[in-house]
């Protein structure tokens, strides 16, 4: 940063600029015309069993999401995230129903896993320089056949199950993955943990010196180092996270269904970018917030459900989610040009 210039983020501007300005801008227009609109279609939608029922998937996905925001803000990318969720869960599935492990101790073994991941992805990006995105496809890869491979192996099929039956199973369903009872309608766990994750990653990026690391190294690598950020650590410890949650929605997930897929969470990676992106983030890095991304969940939670009471051809979620990654990035663009000129 050069003398005279001071971060959007501080800078002392109008109530009004300072919402112009805010990454998230473009998801919370975008949630709001996506609401309008599936409200308009079904009464149902905008129910409150409507609301419960569409905030599900967008629990998970906002963890998720949430997280790989964090992140990309770094500048970095993660795509081993879905299939991670897939390998948490069926540690935990395996360890429980084959060896007899309580389900809490199976899900430390899950969560040590998944932080070991992410440790190995953050170092070998950081001392070899080498793209994320090439390290985190290869670490895709490999996760993705040790799945396959030792759940065939173990049980003869692609699939993990058998969970309701074992040790500290009912208590770690109520902490992570039972339904809490509103106005008489079911809300799940997972929504208030999706909310702590998002209120958490806000208050580290907005009102810690680790977030404006974050902010930091994702905007500059080496002006972050030449004022001694410590970007290597900064950036290992954005894969750990990405890692971590990765764990607590697998483990939400295995939980919830008692059974785990071999290709659990294949392909959803694409997917926490995309609402990562929705909200706000650049594919750039330096730029974006937790907030932003949680609002992009919402909005898949929206149409994912939305399409299905419109009566619409499910086939068209696919063609949403394209129109609005294009949308979201040309509001982005406007959005940080406008921030850039507020700032000079």
């Known amino acids: 940063m050069t ?24 998801a919370v227009v975008g949630a709001i015309v996506v609401f309008a609109f599936f409200a308009s279609q079904s009464a149902t939608f905008r129910s409150v069993d409507g609301v419960a029922n569409w905030l599900d998937p967008a629990s998970t996905l906002g963890i998720m999401a949430v997280a790989v925001a964090l992140l990309m803000i770094g500048g970095e990318f993660n795509l081993s995230a879905g299939v991670l969720t897939g390998t948490t869960g069926l540690i935990l599935v395996t360890l429980a129903t084959r060896f007899g492990w309580n389900v809490w101790a199976a899900m430390l073994a899950g969560l040590a896993v998944a932080l070991l991941v992410g440790f190995l992805n953050g170092l070998i990006v950081v ?28 049980t003869g099929t692609v699939q993990v199950s058998g969970l309701r039956r074992a040790d500290g199973f009912e208590s770690a369903r109520a902490v992570l993955a039972d339904s809490v009872t509103i106005g008489g ?7 208030l943990w999706w909310i702590a ?64 897929q071999a290709n659990a969470g294949l392909g959803q990676e694409f997917i926490y970018i995309i609402a990562a992106v929705i909200g706000g983030c650049l594919l750039t890095g330096g730029y974006g917030s937790a907030v932003g991304a949680a609002i992009g969940a919402v909005i898949f939670g929206m149409a994912d459900k939305g399409i299905v009471f419109a009566g619409w051809d499910a086939d068209w979620f696919k063609f949403f989610l394209g ?6 990035t040309l509001a982005n663009r406007l959005v940080r040009r406008y921030a850039e000129e507020v700032r000079h």
């Open 323 to 328: 129109a609005m990654l294009l949308l979201a």
């Open 127 to 154: 001392r070899t320089r080498l793209p994320s995105f090439i390290v985190t496809l290869g670490t895709f890869l490999m996760l993705q056949g040790i799945n396959l491979g030792v759940t065939k192996a173990l």
């Open 185 to 191: 309608t079911g809300f799940r766990v997972a929504i």
């Open 3 to 26: 003398a005279g210039t001071v971060d959007e983020r501080v800078a002392d501007t109008g109530r009004l600029r300072r919402m112009l300005i805010r990454p998230e801008l473009g």
């Open 197 to 260: 994750v998002t209120v958490l990653a806000t208050w580290v990026l907005m009102r810690t010196r680790a977030g404006n690391w974050i902010f930091a190294v994702g905007g500059d690598d080496r002006a972050a180092r030449a004022v001694g950020v410590p970007a290597e650590r900064t950036k290992i410890l954005l894969f750990m996270t990405t890692a971590g949650a990765a764990w607590l929605v697998g483990s939400i997930l295995a939980l919830r269904f008692t059974s785990v």
